[in-house]
């Protein structure tokens, strides 16, 4: 199975949900306009891609049933990974019953690297419902694209064992000015803990004018030194990453950089990782 772990869909507008993007009006004009699961299709059909994972991208209830009604009438399996208002504990107990019982529903995720507080991660109500996704059987995701952020996953790791923690794109890589450090450290020290996992994604966006293997291959040789195979998965952080380049060439310079993989290496970070980290 090919797993695309990192796909996002919006509606200008808010659609049938009500659903708010306040970020889209800062944005280029790339990303403002509707995206569907359908739009996707070609781009999955022409990658073999055979399952995704929808990623929340409003901080907000109502997206968990937009992503969860496309999920549902999906063409292919489609995990969500939706949103739950972890800072007030009380009010994720009495979602995640519900939400829990879909099976589509398989993560969590907040948008941090948005949010005022740059210690919103590390609140005590947080980590209380972060014990409540743990129980849940749920994931959380951590969109941490910034080095204080990045230096928050392993801490939230630690106190919470047996949760999996999906660190999103690689924590940002510094790719576009060469830089190395802190990120180096920091990533290392994040897969030190090991219910953490990492997504190969969202590189295309800090790649700079170039986006290309040779740039790309000294941060993910990096991650699989330290992640190792079994705990990375691709995504194609779609449709984000048409703003720096199109779904084909995230693929292929994805790929570009695993040819030193032999086939059953590659078979985890393109699906075996994401298929059952999210239950698909």
Not at 218 to 234: C, E, K, Q, T
Request: hydrophobic share 50%.
């Amino acid at each position: 199975m090919t797993v695309d772990a990192h796909v996002h869909i919006w509606t200008i507008g808010g659609g049938k949900s009500h659903v708010e993007y306040d970020w889209l009006t800062d944005t280029s004009d790339v990303l403002y306009r509707t995206y569907t699961l359908g739009d996707a299709e070609p781009e999955f059909a022409e990658h073999g891609v055979d399952a995704a994972v929808l990623v929340q991208a409003s901080d907000s209830l109502a997206e968990n049933d937009a992503l969860l009604a496309a999920a549902a009438h999906a063409k292919r399996p489609t995990a969500v990974v939706g949103w739950l208002p972890l800072h007030r504990p009380a009010e994720v107990a009495a979602a995640l019953p519900a939400l829990a019982r879909r099976p589509e529903f398989a993560g969590v995720r907040h948008m941090i690297h948005r949010d005022p507080d740059p210690n919103w991660l590390l609140r005590p109500e947080v980590s209380e419902s972060l014990d409540q996704l743990s129980e849940a059987g749920l994931v959380f995701d951590a969109v941490a694209e910034r080095p204080d952020l990045l230096a928050q996953v392993p801490i939230i790791a630690s106190a919470h064992p047996a949760l999996t923690v999906v660190l999103d794109h690689l924590g940002k890589p510094p790719i576009a000015t060469a830089e190395w450090q802190p990120w180096a450290d920091l990533l290392a020290a994040a897969a030190a803990e090991p219910n953490v996992v990492a997504k190969i994604s969202g590189l295309a966006t800090v790649s700079g004018a170039e986006v290309t293997a040779a740039r790309w291959q000294p941060y993910i040789d990096h991650a699989l030194s330290v992640f190792g195979p079994n705990r990375l998965m691709f995504g194609g952080d779609w449709p984000f990453t048409l703003t720096a380049a199109s779904y084909r060439t995230v693929w292929r310079t994805t790929l570009a950089t695993l040819d030193g993989l032999d086939t059953a290496d590659r078979a985890l970070i393109l699906g075996e990782v994401a298929a059952c980290t999210y239950r698909l």
